[in-house]
């Protein structure tokens, strides 16, 4: 949540073009925050603005932008799933951020599936091993095109095989994507999808980690996949399973998985994957350190889980769905990213923004020792207003900043947990605030964008105001703002 760049404005008006670059539009609904990466600007929306013919109708969308122009370069296009609306919540289209290393695009879509995408979409072919993208574009029910991982395979000679459910009016075109791999966790996972993926996946190595965004069924009172993972490893070059967690944590999740994983140095030579489950305990696991190209037996391996901390160690544990709807009891759930730094864990939470209580807090955590360290780890607790979805962005001056969904916008002392400022918008804040160039940029569900002084003391340096709601975070590249509202997104500049 915090960026090197420099030069970045610090007022605009989209309503005059004052320091806009360029504005591409997006759908009806857009909660993915825009990533930039190799002179392409990446974002989830859904598909009420069709920029293709061949592809009507409520779905999923990755859009890549040029990065200089603003010209849509390529989309992935994904059906919804039929089955169960509340596997794929309708028009809330890819929630998840991409991410990019290289020629490769990692994502989550809306069916639940990890893909990873050619970064030049199909402008140099169908690269394989997977080459069925004209059926994984048509509406089908769970599971996907048949497609099993082949780590000697370098390119489409030994692809997955064809469907024929296809026809001319479906086969990929210049501006369609073009998928590498797919794991798809509902059936090769075996999680239970609930509402809309939220996962950024993290790349260790050779390695990729995410959350898999099981969760309730659409009673939102019964956990149908108890055994389900929350946390997996996935080779990065072939989509094969690596490891995963085997914390029993399924039974115990109040509503879904949202909170991605984090990698953290906890002293000289030992790092943590950190990961906040659906359970609302933050667990620290051993990384893999072993890639063999995911084989049976790399298939079963188990993260190793060598420290805990439970930011709400008196909140129920056993049967939490008794306080579905109940806001002043209920267990904690966990959205925003567990933040590591110089020793120590930041992590927001409390309550289910849906389904449960209101409380919520920003904790500071010792996070160098092992094991359970819910009794001893903690520093320091600050209350928040009500829910919080975001992650905290942490300043190397000393300063934390963090939004809620009870309107503000909180500024707080790193060392202490003291509150330096708040300010008190009109809207819940779903995005996190970003940090670059001396200033805090964030923006709300009612379409207020802030930029405010990265500093000790409050200072409003401009004010916009939006037509439309705002989920995602704000992102910076090469002096260029990135700014996602549900349905444009901006790039200003000086």
Known sequence: MVSAERALPDSFDANTGAHIKWRAKLGSESHSSPVVAGGRVYIGTNNDEPRDPRRQGDRGVLMCFDETTGKLLWQLVVPKRTDDQYFDWPKSGISSPATVEGDRVYIVDNRGAVLCVDARGMANGN???FVDEAAYAMPHTAPPPTFKPEPSTPSSTNAAEKSDNTDESTRPESIDADILWLFDLPSQGGIWPHDAAHSSILIDGDLLYLNTGTGVDNSHRAIRTPNA???????????????RDDEKIAPQIFHATWSSPSLGLVRSGVHRIFFAAGDGIVRGFEPVRETDGGEASASNRVLKKVWQFDPDPNAPKENVHRFTSNRQIGPSN????????????????GGDLFWGKNEAWLKCVDMKGDGDVT??????????TRHVVSTPAITDDGLIFIADVGRTVHCVDRASGKSLWTHATQGDFWASPFVAD?????????????????????????????????????????????????TDLYAVAL
């Not at 946390?231 to 989509?239: A, P």
């Not at 966990?334 to 939470?349: E, N, R």
């Not at 001893?376 to 607790?381: C, N, R, T």
């Open 438 to 486: 001396g200033k805090v940029f964030i923006g709300n569900r009612k379409g207020e964008f802030f930029i405010f002084r990265a500093s000790r003391e409050k200072e409003l340096l401009s004010f916009f105001q939006f037509k439309q709601p705002i989920s995602a975070t704000a992102c910076a590249a090469n002096g260029v703002l990135y700014i996602g509202t549900m």
């Open 375 to 384: 009794s001893s780890g903690e520093i320091w607790s600050y209350p928040l």
């Open 127 to 129: 690269d394989g091993p």
């Open 229 to 243: 993972p929350s946390l997996i490893v996935l080779n990065k070059r072939t989509g094969a399973l690596v490891a």
């Open 334 to 349: 966990i959205y925003g990213m567990p933040v590591v730094l110089d020793g120590k864990l930041y992590v927001a939470g």
